[in-house]
């Protein structure tokens, strides 16, 4: 696998894209030292996989957000994450 980029078109053979998903990850978590609990580290992970997936959408993050919230507090399940795949 380490040279599928050579055979492969397109295929980069650096994983800088994946450093920059991560990278606002990493910094806040050398921000803010990281969290106090079991609890608070999945809320931030699932945070930080929203935000990741939404900016890689190009969508806008704050709706999406507000409907979660708004469907947890009215006890009806979560929005969906990702948009719906369209066949051709």
Do not use: D, I
């Not at 994983?15 to 991560?22: F, I, P, R, S, Y």
């Not at 959408?57 to 009806?76: C, I, M, N, S």
Request: charged fraction near 15%; charge should be negative; include cysteine.
């Amino acid at each position: 696998m380490l040279w599928t980029f050579v055979e492969t078109e397109g295929v980069e053979p650096t994983n800088n894209a994946t450093e920059w998903t991560l990278r606002p990850a990493v910094l806040w978590r050398k921000g803010c030292y990281g969290t106090q609990s079991e609890g608070g580290s999945r809320f931030v992970e699932r945070m930080l996989t929203v935000s990741a997936t939404y900016q890689q959408h190009e969508r806008p993050l704050l709706p999406f957000l507000v409907a979660a919230t708004a469907a947890y507090w009215a006890g009806q399940p979560a929005p969906v994450l990702l948009p719906a795949q369209t066949t051709p």
